[in-house]
DNA sequence: GTAAGATATGCACATATGCTCATATATTGA
DNA sequence: TCAATATATGAGCATATGTGCATATCTTAC
């Protein structure tokens, strides 16, 4: 059993994972100690599922369209349908969606809906999406 | 027509997006025009598709669990198996996702295949992901 | 109040997706 | 070569999801 080698120290805690060397034992005491050590440092449940609602908020090219546009400043649902190239319908469904997953907020101004990202880390998400996605020839 | 109020300067080169201020001519050939030079800012279709695919490997439990579970350093099929409490089978076929979409690589060790974070990249998104799961009661 | 514009939403359907089961492949040691 | 361990993969199924259609709600102007 020996330390692990770490790639990213300061990420999320999970860096003091002990693990074992290999999968021969697992069904050992002191093995399964170790994995589940192991897995009391991941994130819990609870955490992987608002996280895994969070980006597949991002995980459909309407609603990643419609965040695009909303990092430049706010706009109203007709402006995105038509910046996106998407249905109303579509649109305010997924814009629905996005509000309940808390990645954007709305107002309203007269007749319009007015949209607007959340908080930052939206824009975050996204700039380092896009730079995973150029720098590799994929 | 007015200039757009900015709130994210640096992002995506989005920032210079011209639109005018509702929906009521969107009609007409100048505010179409527009509305186009709008969209040709977008990232591109191709780049929106790239992207979408990368936090949809993000957007599911198990991936997500897997991922987090390299953040701390490289490990073997099973040992993600029990840190993760999947199946076997499970596992495998989302690390064969998570590979053929640049997310892990995988090299053999023995009997063994590791994997690891093909860059740090994915840990930042996960960790920005978890900070805004966090912040936010929701 | 009525009409028109803008947005929201319920329903149904087609597609996508994640899992299990069974089996195939790969690697090591005897 | 044969057995054991570890990993990979194809098929099928159950569920989730994105969209269009129709319609409801909301706001302003008359």
């Known amino acids: ?73 706010e706009l109203c649902v007709c402006e995105m349908q038509e910046v996106c190239d998407v249905s109303q319908s579509a649109v305010s469904h997924q814009l629905r969606l996005l509000r309940d997953r808390g990645l954007v907020r709305s107002r309203r101004d007269g007749q319009r809906s007015v949209y607007r990202l959340a908080d930052d880390h939206v824009s975050q998400l996204i700039r380092i999406g896009i730079e995973h996605a150029v720098e590799e020839g994929r």
């Open 1 to 73: 059993m020996i330390n692990r080698r770490f790639s990213d120290g300061d990420s999320v805690a999970l860096a003091d994972v002990l693990v074992g060397d290999c999968c021969e034992d697992v069904s050992s005491p002191e093995r399964l100690g170790d994995i589940i050590g192991a897995e009391a440092v991941l994130p819990g449940d609870d955490v992987i599922y608002k996280v895994t609602e969070i980006f597949s908020a991002l995980a459909d090219s309407t609603r990643l369209k419609i965040l695009s546009s909303l990092i430049g400043g």
